[in-house]
């Protein structure tokens, strides 16, 4: 045993034990009277001195709080102690916290005025910490009274957002959890839409600009802080964050209205009216609106022009991507929403290609090198130009200093943003939006149904907007495929971003994939012909296109088979290679049909094996590289339904041959290709 694996295997039996631990002291709480105190002293405990198992008392106190609430209510004195460490918690655990004593704050009385005090005090507290936990701790309330929906709990969440309005006056990381955790909020639960929505608007209009002769849009100098001849520059606010929010409540409002066939109410109308107009003038603002251009400088002091505008390109990048997001929601695009997008596309390009052209450069061999700098996917800039001559390691320094102080002043603007973007697989929203986005390209809706040709054709003639949506999909597919192989305790899986189910996550999967093999084989052959007379994608793409798409199918069939088969859940990886790649009189995928399944899924890996067979003969390495990981996916499959019927082994053989025969008559000059055909043969 690895040491990897070794220590996960202490990790899994620690875990299995302290669970063991929860099961006695929760049967001790129930059957021994004189012991209750003793287990919330315990809980209390592991909380004020933050105890690396804690997570697992709080677990303890929300199923007492489930099973025996009138017994747990009682010790009301002990309850509040816990909640007094709520400064000291990280957000996480206090929405914990708050998530086990929610059943004891029904109704008004002593315990809810206290925690309502508690956490109204420490979004005053000196520690900028333990104002993020109230914020957590008083979303998470929120969420708990607007699930009951009474009107005493209606009335506590009108004071609640009303506490949670002051954020807006207080530090930009305080802020940021706020703007992350209202979608959160709105998408679960659609009562509070219009009362966030009340609070939201009026923190946007303070840095938007109403009079639409002017451009741009935003006042991006009300943001930053410039620090004046000596200061360093600084985020005030982090207005991408503010947008992206203000982006998602709006699309969960028109989604719940349209699902009720309700309208929207005043506020959430009125808002969605300025995120409208402002997506819109964002779209036609230039660079130059916002003092960018070729000629700026995006690195340099921390009280440069250079770190200036590399904070302003980082929220100008995050606002460009909540505005894509907001217009691919749908299940299709329409036309105006189309071209909106193709702009916004291609000034994201430019921007983010500006940002990444800066570099550290040195002169002399070994000197004058500092690290080089990049804009990573989210817009985030980091980099250098050259300095003045000083000689070799003074140059190094320099620039390593300069590249330092961007990175601190750009770390800022994305410390805390997990807002719904091509970039983030957080969002749930994003994935949706990405399968709108690549339907568009493909010209196939989410019924399967042919979209509007003129809007395919639109993206089809710039195929670097083509390029960059693949490039996303398969990024967002493998951060999924690589959360559920690990089986990862992170709200992505076991919950899902944006209060989404793994059921509505493995949905949007199951029809992204079928959608990226549609693209790898679109117009057969051709296709790789086609990318490799476009030079300028050629030039600029690290991976063609069609390969971008042939790996998002492999991730979203990763995803796909660790998400259901180890839940004995069959039929949802079958439905799926169905939609991927349909075969004529084949039966209707049903869960557990054994024989008829293993046929079935034999079946598509033959297809596939005829495609490893052409890829081989085109020389195409890397695409059969790919082809094989997806075969190797679907033999996977058939070893799990032999493991369940050892006479379904028989069927793996013919597969077995077949990558047998070609270990023997074919030329791999790939190492870690041959080795995955020759792992193929020992199935």
Known sequence: MDTASGAKKVTEVNEQVGHLGLDIMAEVFLGQDEARDKVLEE??????????NIHLYIAL?????????????????????????????????????VQAVAPMVGAPGPLQDHILLVLKKALFARDEAARVS??????ELLAALAARGDTSSMGMCVELLG???????????????????????????????????DIIQPQLLRYYDSNEAHSPPLLLDRCIDKGGASGAVRLMEPVHML????????????????????????????????????????????????????????TGSAASAGVYNGVVAVLLLGCYEASIQYLALGDSISRQAAEILIRLFEKYIELSGLVSSQKPKGKEKGKGKAKAGSSDKKGKATGDGDDDDDGGKGKGKAAAKKAGALDKAASEASEFSSCPS?????AWFALRGVRALVGAITGIGADGAPTDAYVRDMFRERPETVHFILEVAANQLSQLSQAATKKSASPMVDHGPLGASPLELREECSMLGPLLLAEFTREGENAMEDEDKDEHVAKKANKPRHLLALEGFEHALRYMCNMDLHKGDDAAV??????????????????????????????????????????????????????????????????????????????????????????????????????????????
């Open 163 to 197: 506490s949670l309005r002051r954020c807006f006056s207080q530090q930009p990381a305080v802020r940021a959890y706020l703007y992350t955790a209202l979608p959160d909020l709105v998408k679960v639960h659609p009562s509070v839409t219009e009362l966030v929505c």
């Open 61 to 97: 106190l929300a199923r007492l709080s489930r099973q025996c609430l009138h017994l747990v209510a009682s010790a009301v004195g002990k309850i509040k102690e816990i909640f007094d460490c709520i400064p000291y918690l990280t957000p996480a655990l206090t929405k914990l916290v």
């Open 422 to 426: 091509p970039y983030t697989h957080r």
């Open 134 to 139: 109230a914020v957590a701790g008083q979303v």
């Open 43 to 52: 809980i209390y405990t592991r909380a004020i001195t933050r105890a690396s």
């Open 574 to 683: 079958l439905q799926f290679l169905a939609r991927a790649d349909p075969i004529e009189d084949a039966p209707a995928p049903h869960k557990g049909q054994g024989m008829v399944s293993v046929k079935q899924v034999s079946m598509h890996i033959k297809r596939f094996e005829a495609i490893v067979t052409g890829l081989l003969d085109a020389g195409a390495m890397e695409e059969v590289n790919v082809v094989t990981d997806i075969i190797d996916a679907m033999v996977g499959v058939m070893r799990w339904y032999a493991s369940r019927d050892p006479s379904l082994a028989k069927h793996i053989d013919p597969h077995v041959k077949f990558w047998a025969n070609l270990c023997a008559t074919r030329t791999v000059p790939n190492l870690p290709l041959a080795k995955k055909f020759v792992h193929l043969t020992l199935q």
């Open 243 to 298: 947008v992206s929010c203000a982006h998602s409540c709006v699309a969960s409002a028109v989604a719940h209205a349209a699902a009720h066939g309700t309208c929207l109410t005043s506020s959430c109308n009125t808002l969605k009216n300025l995120m409208d107009t402002l997506t819109r003038r964002l779209s036609e603002a230039d660079l130059e609106d916002f003092e960018l251009e070729k000629t700026s400088e995006f």
